[in-house]
């Protein structure tokens, strides 16, 4: 029996800067995408995990509208 009711990790294709991670991360974790986008700046600064976490994002997470419902 297969569950339907799970959450995925997708990049947004409405609430979307560059490629959508930070709005897709948002709409996961139910926050306001602004918080997402300045925790992503300060990891970018304070060191190149927010560079690297961002772009493995992008490559992994598919976009919103491209998932088999």
Do not use: H
Not at 37 to 47: C, K, M, Q
């Amino acid at each position: 029996m297969e569950d339907k009711n799970y959450r995925r990790l997708t990049r947004s294709t409405t609430d979307r800067r560059i490629a959508g991670v930070c709005g897709g991360l948002a709409k996961y974790l139910n926050i306001d995408p602004t918080v997402v986008r300045i925790l992503f700046l300060v990891a970018l600064l304070f060191g190149s995990i927010g560079f690297w976490a961002y772009l493995i994002i992008w490559i992994a997470a598919p976009e919103d509208n491209r998932i088999d419902q």
